[in-house]
């Protein structure tokens, strides 16, 4: 029997930002490496705060790069339902970074949580700038042992390329790991790149874009695990 599934892509689409091509090529060669057809989806982030029904019809959901995005709290509500409802979600980049506000703010009941890219003053950043830019770097990645994570790629060394310019803020990682939404990537100064929930079927934010290095003979094993989940 032929497989389908709809991806709902929670961002901003600009044709001319080479993270969104590539998600949209990494979603079509781990969809051909699995034998399946995907009906990708891309969701204006405005429409979403008020209306989920594209994001509740998705088998899938992945939060791309490209933010800020025109409505934080938009990609939030699609994020939540994801995380509440056990639909396989990916979060890269800008995905990654608000996958961590939806959390703060609706499971460890920081209701002010923010995002420094929306507002840099906030008394409650969980996203801050990046001392060093990470755009354009392909940097090493430590995975744990026994994550789902690294039981995807098969090992616990990785080296993934990055597109932004901030990331998890340093002091509140033990809070979100403590708090379940485990880091089981770090880089060489032990500080956030991968973080997911354990039980959910499917919840993973990558600061990296791992679409970028996926390839038609060698589909990107998130993005490849992403669909294998939601089948």
Do not use: K
């Amino acid at each position: 029997m032929h497989r389908s599934l709809r991806v709902a892509v929670i961002g901003d689409r600009d044709p001319a930002f080479p993270p969104h091509l590539a998600t949209d090529d990494a979603l079509r060669h781990a969809a051909a490496h699995l034998g399946i057809t995907v009906d990708v989806r891309w969701l204006a982030t405005e429409p979403l705060e008020s209306d989920l029904a594209e994001v509740q019809a998705a088998d899938v959901l992945w939060c791309a790069p490209g933010s800020p995005y025109r409505s934080l709290s938009g990609a939030l509500a699609a994020l939540r339902h994801g995380r509440e409802h056990g639909v396989p979600t990916l979060g890269t980049c800008g995905g990654c970074q608000h996958m961590v506000i939806e959390y703060a703010r609706h499971v460890l009941g920081y209701e002010d949580a923010q995002h420094a890219e929306y507002d840099p003053y906030a008394s409650t950043l969980f996203v801050s700038e990046l001392t060093c830019s990470l755009a354009g770097r392909t940097m090493p990645v430590t995975l744990a042992a026994g994550s789902r994570v690294a039981a995807l790629y098969g090992r616990t060394e990785v080296e993934e390329e990055y597109y932004c310019n901030f990331g998890l803020a340093p002091g509140r990682q033990a809070v979100l790991h403590d708090g379940g939404f485990l880091v089981t990537g770090v880089d060489g100064d032990g500080e956030a790149r991968v973080l997911e929930i354990p039980g959910h079927p499917y919840y993973v934010a990558t600061l990296f874009v791992p679409q970028a290095r996926s390839r038609p003979e060698e589909p990107h094993p998130l993005v490849a695990g992403l669909l294998r989940a939601a089948l």
